[in-house]
């Protein structure tokens, strides 16, 4: 009886020793797994934030075009309204010496 109880708990300790490498093997694999989904997550919020800057970039390069138009567009404005006032200076000129 005596060798029984010793074998008994050569075995018991055997087992609990096997069944927590289990237990950690598991563990460590279901944190491998975890840590590979946040990783994974991580990668692609940084990809969206990534394609969100790049069609910025895309609308203000555009939006400076669309800018640099409207300069161009309003200096000729300015220019053609510079030679209509001299035209118009010109035009009452003439009135005031006709009088």
């Given amino acids: 009886m005596d060798t029984f109880a ?7 300790t ?3 020793i096997v ?5 950690f093997v598991r563990n460590r694999d279901k944190d491998k797994e975890s840590n590979v989904k946040h990783d994974a997550t991580v990668l692609t ?20 075009k669309t800018n640099t138009e409207f300069v ?3 200096t ?3 220019a053609s309204a510079k030679q209509a006032h001299k035209r118009l200076d010109h035009i009452e000129k003439r009135m005031d010496q006709a009088e």
Avoid: H, M, P
């Fill in 14 to 16: 055997v087992c609990a």
């Fill in 76 to 78: 000729d404005v300015e």
């Fill in 19 to 23: 069944f927590g490498y289990i237990a």
């Fill in 45 to 64: 919020e940084i990809g969206y934030i990534k394609a969100n800057t790049d069609e910025i970039k895309a609308e203000q390069k555009e939006q400076r």
């Fill in 6 to 12: 010793t074998v008994l708990s050569v075995f018991s």
């Fill in 72 to 74: 161009t567009r309003l």
